[in-house]
């Protein structure tokens, strides 16, 4: 049996595809969230259009929870696989719920099985069998002591559309049976009271979008990137249909044919002047490169959502890693300016979202926000606030005589204007050009125009105080020092529960441009820097040496598709901070 953390409280819901695993923990997540719980959802599923096992794990605390534990307090068990697959992670005082249970399940888990008939009282109200999961998280509730009124109200909302009286009928009569046999679980969490949204974060990152003013969103699905085209495409539906004005209301969405439709058919929405976003997983950036590089030659202004998978080719397409990192600081061919960024949370891909769409017309060039699976799909208690986000449309011309595209400035940006702009031809291409957008081949006007390019990115460099380009946590003065990226934020901040010396933890947010001055000021001079990723190669560590020539000492690794568990890490941590460097490579 594992242990698991007194501040912390751990659900599994575990079952087969279609079975409604994801609905089931993001209902209970929203139940945690709105009684005041910080929550953190993980849901895994394998790569199949049918069958396989399906897990959602929930943990909730009054504190931050930046990451789920391994360790269950309780399971809810909608097949006999998930109680063979997850017996080990049972927790000490652990409770298992299930329909029935084989005899070997009970001479193991003895006092910790919980018999609740789902499927029977299902039957019984004449509902459909996915809907008996609301019996287990009505039971679930009262095992919890979660407030009864609460559980009817968040499951009518999430149910509007899909059978609410039975869902709510079924979730009382579990709550009933475990009030009828008094039994309630021994480990009690307080809530924080502080209300906030639970949300996983491809909508986040939507949101953000749709705050700074986001006129068109095009996608092709893929997993784990598909999400962000549906959210923005209800989100864009429930807009055209209110009767008030309201952000997102100008929003269109657009799924195309294929990847390369996507960017080509972006560039064009760039060039008449609405503000574009799309996304996909890395496999379908790859097959976006040569239109990627057209837009750091025309200096289109373009948002482009990447979320990591594992890989290479297909690799598993359910999974994550941080494989992508070195890929997309240098897509596209030849040489030309972009913003990279990596959120490593829901929040940071809300605000990272708006940031994008306002850094990418400032600039006129494109930009990556770097998510994973682990970000796009799990979900989280977030604070979003869309009234903090603030729209720059950049340097926008309403009419132009004479005017040049790509006017030569001091700090590289041009005026832009749109077709349609009153005394304005406005001549993009692809070519290398003059100022107004003429094919050329000399060698003169070709240094002159990738100067004027890289101008923008020296700019660019010399603002990057004004961003939250790298983040610090923990004590600020130890010599031992953390370093990390993208979604390892979570387990690397939660395993801070079980260090046993006191670090500093540094996060490097924006990946390109690089922001040398502050990462080598907050790795200097320390005893001991423990770079944490997923990916096999140390991508983060090589870069950090190539940039600022520091040498990490400790590398911790992980690269078999699942991301890192807080306590596991723990251990591995405090490990590197006993011992001499050396790596971990897992």
């Not at 993001?26 to 959802?41: K, N, P, Q, R, V």
């Not at 869309?386 to 005017?403: E, P």
């Amino acid at each position: 049996m594992r242990k698991s953390h007194d501040s912390v409280f751990t659900v599994g819901i575990g079952g087969a595809a279609g079975d409604g695993i994801r609905e089931s923990g993001s209902t209970l997540g929203a139940i945690l969230t709105e009684l005041g719980y910080e929550s953190f959802m993980s849901f895994t599923y394998p790569s199949l259009i049918r069958g396989g096992h399906n897990f959602a794990r929930i943990t909730f605390s009054k504190d931050k929870v930046y990451s789920d534990h391994e360790a269950l307090d309780v399971m809810i068990a909608l097949n006999e696989e998930s109680v063979v697959f997850h017996r080990a992670e049972m927790a000490e005082n652990s409770v298992v719920m299930a329909d029935t249970f084989e005899q070997a399940d009970l001479d193991v888990l003895k006092d910790k099985a919980l018999v609740i008939p789902m499927q029977a009282k299902a039957k019984e109200i004449n509902a459909p069998a996915i809907t008996r999961n609301s019996m287990a998280l009505g039971a679930l509730c009262y095992l919890l002591d979660l407030d009864f009124d609460l559980m009817q109200k968040v499951l009518g909302d999430v149910f509007k559309n899909k059978m609410p009286e039975m869902n709510i009928k079924l979730a009382d009569a579990g709550y009933q049976l475990l009030k009828a046999k008094g039994f309630k679980h021994s480990k009690k969490i307080q809530p924080s009271q502080e209300k906030k949204q639970f949300v996983d974060g491809n909508e986040a990152f939507g949101r953000g979008l749709v705050a700074a003013g986001l006129d068109f969103y095009v996608g092709y699905p893929m997993t784990p990137a598909t999400t962000i085209l549906q959210y923005l495409a209800g989100a864009a539906q429930k807009a055209a249909q209110s009767p008030e004005r309201e952000i997102g209301s100008n929003l269109r969405v657009i799924q195309p044919e294929s990847e390369l439709s996507v960017i080509n058919m972006a560039l064009g929405m760039s060039y008449a002047g609405k503000r574009v976003a799309i996304g996909s997983a890395s496999g379908g950036f790859a097959l976006m490169q040569e239109a990627f590089s057209c837009a750091g030659m025309a200096e289109l202004p373009l948002v482009v959502a990447v979320s990591q998978r594992q890989a290479p080719a297909t690799g598993l397409p359910t999974y994550s890693s941080q494989t992508d990192l070195r890929f997309v600081i240098h897509a596209g061919h030849g040489e030309f300016p972009r913003i990279v960024v990596a959120p490593g949370d829901g929040e940071e891909a809300f605000k990272l979202g708006a940031d994008a769409l306002n850094l990418a017309w400032k600039y006129q060039l494109p930009v990556i926000v770097l998510l994973d699976k682990i970000i796009s799909e799990h979900i989280t208690s977030c604070d979003l606030k869309t009234d903090a986000i603030k729209i720059d449309r950049g340097l926008i011309l309403t009419a132009a005589d004479n005017y040049g595209r790509y006017q030569i400035t001091s700090d590289g940006i041009s005026p832009i204007a749109f077709p349609g702009t009153s005394n304005a031809v406005v001549k993009v291409t692809s070519y290398e050009h003059d100022q107004n957008g003429i094919t050329v081949d000399d060698p003169d006007a070709t240094k002159a125009m990738l100067n004027k390019r890289f101008a923008k990115s020296d700019r660019l460099k010399k603002s990057l105080g004004d961003q939250e380009t790298v983040k610090v946590y923990g004590d600020r003065l130890s010599k031992d020092v953390v370093v990390f990226w993208g979604s390892t934020k979570g387990p690397v901040l939660e395993s801070a529960r079980y260090l046993k010396k006191k670090v500093k933890f540094v996060q490097i947010v924006w990946l390109e441009p690089f922001d040398v001055k502050r990462v080598a000021k907050e790795l200097a001079g320390v005893r001991r820097i423990i770079n944490i990723e997923c990916n096999h190669d140390a991508q983060m560590a090589n870069l950090i040496r190539e940039k600022t020539g520091i040498e990490v000492t400790d590398k911790i690794l992980k690269f078999d598709s699942r991301p890192f568990e807080p306590v596991a890490l723990a251990e591995e941590i405090n490990k590197s901070l006993g011992e001499a460097s050396r790596d971990l490579a897992r």
